[in-house]
C-alpha cells in the first residue's frame, strides 16, 4: 500500500473521504500539526540571515532543525496512525489480550501526536521576539494547527481508551 505521505493532497483527502477505515482522524491530526510545523519552518528560515547577532542566528537555526524534526516525525505519524488503527481491527477477530495491546499500540501515536505538537508550539515564542515581523500571521496560523491537531490528537487517545 502506498503511503500516505506520499500521495498528493487531492489522493490523501480523496482517501480521507472515502468510505475506508483508514485514514482517519488521527492521521488527519498528525498532517495538521505536520502543517504548523512546517510554516514553523518557513518562518524561521524567512528570519534567517537578517543581520541579527549570531546568538540570534543560532538560535533561530535551532529551531529551524527542530521544527524540521518534528515535521517529518509528524508525516511518519500519519501512516502510522492508520497501521495502527488497521492492527486494532484486525485485532478483533483474536483473543482479548490481543485486542488490549493493539489498543495501546494505538494509543502511543496520539499521544505521541500531542507531545509533538506541544514541542513545536514551544518553538514559537522566539519567532515572535525575534523573527521576521512581517510573517506573525503565519506563526498564528501554525498554532492553530498546532493546537487543531493536539486537540484532535487528544480526542483519539480519550476514545480509543
Known sequence: MKKFKDHTLSEYLDRLSAREPVPGGGSAAALSSALGAGLIAMVTQYSLGKGKSAA???KLNKILAKALDIRSQLLELVDEDAKAYLNVVAAR??????????AQKALAVPRLICRLSYQAVELT????????????????VALELLLAGYRSALVMVKVNQ
Open 93 to 102: 477477530k483474536l483473543d482479548q489480550n490481543a485486542q488490549k495491546k493493539a
Open 56 to 58: 540570534v542566528e543560532g
Open 125 to 140: 515564542p522566539y519567532l515572535v521576539e525575534d523573527g521576521n515581523p512581517y510573517l506573525m500571521s503565519d506563526v498564528e
